[in-house]
Each structure stands twice: as structure tokens, then as C-alpha cells.
């Protein structure tokens, strides 16, 4: 219910305590000043004015008066909501409440409701990653050595069944450096499937190699094992397969035609942190697994990346490449292959070690979130969620971000619009990389399966939200949108 204008008015030559009070009772931390008569409105002043002046001049003796914003925001009688809220838009401090004035007399007051707003992802902080971080500043270790650097490595290791984690400044470049491990370069060709993100075939790119692109299955939106022969040649070094959206890759097709014709193959597990192929953690597949730590991803260190792998002379080879391609065993700085520097600092790796301490809780309240979507969504039309499995013998898929079909594909950017209006961040899928100019000339094929996806696909909110109530809000929302 809205508090009588009464509460919001207080005569200039009122005392500072009085005007606390005051402030205290309208709970929208301001006040409206007016003039001892109570005929004229001379400005508003706000709880954080009077901390201010009290820090400055630390005594209660002040008039009210003293601290009047006379420049403040304010609505005259019958101004249309249009100009009010360009008017709120134009400044860069949250409005919370307005004063309405009549011929200079303040006679009514508008409420600002904060505006809803909800991203696609946020980072979950939950952890240690403060102390952690501040330790680093503390000690002074805030470059690429330091003992989060070893915890981290050795701590993803050992959650994840990896022989070797080595810490990456990003995941493109842990894609990047484990194709250069494998000795990948110009005039090889890699495998890649449509349905991904970009840094897939930038890292072949990278190398000097050639992509070649083929389809993603219409169920796992994984790379599919039977176009990969169609595109064999040769040529044909490696293959990356992509966990995309959290669901494992057809691991067991996959290795059957890499082992049949020698190919290397790189695993981007980028999305899929903790999905399992059968009883395996993904990752542990291919010759080397690659993570990235970016924002959004399910664990994150701002930046950061990690390639892992169960082989000593890759692992040696990685590190060998992170660090200018240096010969460790050499004294001295001695060079024997070009190569970069990739290296992870320990202040990403101390967040990544708080986040990897809590990863399970991470992975845990998006599955939970997704099965909240699914039942609140359960009966909207022309929706179909993204394949889940979690069987002993099947694999395991996590949850990157809540992902479904709209089978009207033609009115999905509508939809992604309207939610937009609502302050609810929602998002198309990729473009299939075939269907960017840059990438067209790699095409095997025709990708149709990721094409069509690609379409249809929105991924919904996915993080940790402040209440179970923004939740709901969000869920009724999609809801009556769609
Ligand atoms: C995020 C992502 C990457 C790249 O990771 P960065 O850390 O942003 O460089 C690579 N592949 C996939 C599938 C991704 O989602």
C-alpha cells in the first residue's frame, strides 16, 4: 500500500535526527524538503547526503535544509509516463521515488519499482575465492607461479581422473596448444562439428590446419560419428569433438573411426565440466581434454582454460608450449620449439580452486534449476527440453545452460524480444559455423541437423539466483510469453 505523501515531507529547519526518523519511515531513503510555510518543494535529500555530511562535519547540530539536492529529479502535475521514465533513464543513479509538484508545491509522490532484471549466467562466488584471491595480493604471487596454480592442477586432476591438468589462460588457447602438442599445423585437417562455439575451428585455424565441418546429431546436438568418414581423407590428423550444452559427445562411436584411421582427437569440454561417457569423465577419451574457466562457464576464473591428459609426453610437450616452447631440462633459457605464452596466473587459479572446491554444488543447483524449468514449462506448446541422461552405464550429462527447442522456429527471436522487454535475458544457440562466410569453405556436406537446431534452439537463465521467488517470477514469465 502507498505510504501517505505526509511521510516523505519535512520542513527545512527540521534537525538532522528528526530527519533520519523521517527517512527511516518512508523507506525509500529520501525525503522531500519544503519550506517552513509548506508552500514551495525546494529539493529532496537522501540517507547516504546525511552519512556524507556527518563524515565530513561528524555533528548533529545541521538543519535539514543544509543538504537539499535543489537539482533533483522531479515530476510536475500531468506529465505522461513516457517523459517520467525517459527522465529516470537520463540519469545513472537508481531512482527509487519521485516527487510530484504543483505550481512549486509538492503534492503527490511515484514510487520507481526496481526493474527486473535477469542474465542469461552470472558467476556463482560462493566459496573461498575472496580469501584466496586476497592471499595472492598478501603474498605478492600474482603471476603465473604460486601454490593455487599446483592446487588447482592437481586438485582438477584428481576430482576428474586426469594423469596431467595443466592451467591455460583460456580455453581457446587450450584448444589451440593441444593441436600443436599432437603436431598438428599447415596441411593437416581437422574434424569439427557445426553446432559449437567459434573457438572450436579458430583453434584449428590457428595452427595453420585446415577444418573441415560436418553435422551434429539431431538428439545428442553432438558431433555424429557416422559423418565422420565422409570427411576422412589423407590429410585427416584429428578430431574435435564438442560436449556441447553439457551432454557428453558419442565418445565410443567417435574413438571406434578415430582409432580405424589414426586420428588424433582433442575433446572440447568447454560446457560439460563433470559429464560422464559411460563411466568416464569426458576428457579422458580423446588425447586431450580442453576446459575453459570463461564467466559463463559452469566453473569459472574470469578467464582461464585447462587442457588435461592421461599421456606424459603430451603433457610434457603442453607445458613446454605454454612457456615459449623452453627445454626445462637445459640450463639457461634454452629455446628448442616456438612456442607461447599460455600461462594461467595464480590469481585465476585461486578462484578456480574456491570454484573447483565447490563445483559439485555448482553442478548440482543447475540440474536442479533445469528440472525446475522443465516442470514449470511442462505443458507450454512448441517446446521441447534438451536430452538429459543419468544412468550408471549410459554417461552422465550436466547442465551448462537450461536449453530447449521451440519448434515454431520462425518466432523464436520474437520470443527472445519479448522476453527481453520483461528484463529476462534469453539466447538464440550458435550460428552453425557452415552458415558463416568465413567458414563456408570447410563445409562436409550439408549440416542440416545443425542448421535446423540451430533455429530453433533458446537457452534460458542458468545460475545461482538470490531466491526461490525470482525463480518462480522468471518460470511465469517464460510461461505466459510463450
Ligand atoms: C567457451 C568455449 C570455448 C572457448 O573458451 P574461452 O575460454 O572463451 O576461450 C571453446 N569451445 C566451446 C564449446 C566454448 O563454449
Known amino acids: ?109 511515484i514510487e520507481v519499482s526496481p526493474v527486473f532484471q535477469i542474465p542469461v549466467s552470472s558467476p556463482a562466488l560462493l566459496g573461498n575465492e575472496f580469501e584466496y584471491v586476497s592471499e595472492c595480493i598478501m603474498t605478492e604471487w600474482i603471476s603465473s607461479q604460486g601454490k593455487f596454480i ?13 594423469e596431467h591438468s595443466i592451467p591455460v589462460m583460456n580455453g581457446t588457447c587450450a584448444l589451440h596448444i593441444a593441436l600443436v602438442s599432437l603436431g598438428i599445423g599447415p596441411g593437416d585437417e581437422v574434424i569439427v562439428p557445426s553446432l559449437t562455439f567459434a573457438a572450436t575451428i579458430n583453434s584449428v585455424l590457428h595452427t595453420g ?30 578430431i574435435i569433438p564438442v560436449h ?46 580442453c576446459f575453459s574457466f570463461f564467466a559463463n562457464k559452469i566453473i569459472t576464473t574470469g578467464e582461464g582454460g585447462m587442457c588435461v591428459t592421461n599421456q606424459n609426453s603430451i603433457s610434457d610437450m603442453i607445458k613446454k608450449l605454454r612457456d615459449h616452447g623452453r627445454d626445462f631440462s637445459k640450463k639457461g633459457y634454452f629455446h628448442d620449439v616456438v612456442g607461447y605464452n599460455y600461462r594461467m596466473t595464480n590469481l585465476q587459479a585461486a578462484i578456480g580452486l574456491a570454484q573447483l572446491e565447490k563445483v559439485d554444488e555448482h553442478l548440482n543447483f543447475r540440474l536442479n534449476l533445469q528440472d525446475l524449468y522443465r516442470e514449470k514449462l511442462r505443458d507450454v506448446k512448441n517446446l521441447t527440453p534438451q536430452n538429459t541422461i543419468s544412468d550408471e552405464s549410459l554417461g552422465k550429462s550436466v547442465c551448462w545452460l537450461v536449453s530447449y527447442l521451440y519448434e515454431d ?41 545443425a542448421r535446423v537446431l540451430s533455429e530453433k534452439g533458446i537457452s534460458f537463465p542458468t545460475f545461482k539466483f538470490k531466491d526461490t521467488e525470482t525463480i518462480e517470477k522468471v518460470c511465469s514469465i517464460l510461461k505466459s510469453t510463450l
Request: proline share 4%; with cysteine.
Open 244 to 289: 556441447l550444452f553439457g551432454y557428453p559427445a558419442n565418445m565410443t562411436g567417435i574413438m571406434k573411426v578415430a582409432n580405424q584411421h589414426g586420428l588424433k582427437v582433442v575433446e572440447d569440454c568447454a560446457q560439460a565440466i563433470g559429464a560422464k561417457h559411460k563411466d568416464q569423465y569426458v576428457g579422458n577419451f580423446g588425447d586431450v581434454g
Open 409 to 449: 522456429s520462425e518466432n523464436r527471436d520474437l520470443i527472445i524480444e519479448k522476453l527481453k522487454e520483461q528484463g529476462i535475458d534469453a539466447r538464440p544457440f550458435f550460428t552453425p559455423l557452415h552458415l558463416m562466410p568465413i567458414y563456408k569453405d570447410y563445409v562436409v556436406g550439408d549440416c542440416e541437423n
Open 150 to 162: 599446483n592446487k588447482f592442477s592437481e586438485k582438477f586432476s584428481e576430482h576428474y581422473d586426469y
Open 1 to 109: 500500500m502507498k505510504k501517505p505523501l505526509e511521510n516523505f515531507l519535512c520542513y527545512e529547519d527540521t534537525s538532522l535526527i528528526e530527519g533520519l526518523k523521517k527517512i527511516d519511515t518512508t523507506s525509500k531513503g529520501t525525503i522531500f524538503v519544503i519550506s517552513r510555510q509548506g508552500d514551495k518543494f525546494l529539493g529532496t535529500v537522501t540517507d547516504g547526503d546525511i552519512r556524507r555530511l556527518l563524515f565530513k562535519e561528524p555533528t548533529l547540530d545541521h538543519r535539514i535544509g543544509k543538504l537539499v539536492n535543489t537539482n533533483c529529479l522531479k515530476v510536475e502535475k500531468g506529465e505522461t509516463n513516457e517523459d517520467i521514465s525517459a527522465k529516470i533513464k537520463s540519469v545513472s543513479y537508481k531512482v527509487r521515488v519521485l516527487p510530484v509538484l504543483a505550481e512549486g508545491k509538492c503534492v503527490d509522490y
Open 209 to 238: 590446419a585446415t577444418p573441415k565441418i560436418i553435422d551434429v546429431e539431431y538428439d545428442s546436438w553432438c558431433m555424429d560419428p557416422t559423418k565422420i568418414e565422409e570427411a576422412v581423407n589423407q590429410k585427416t590428423k584429428a
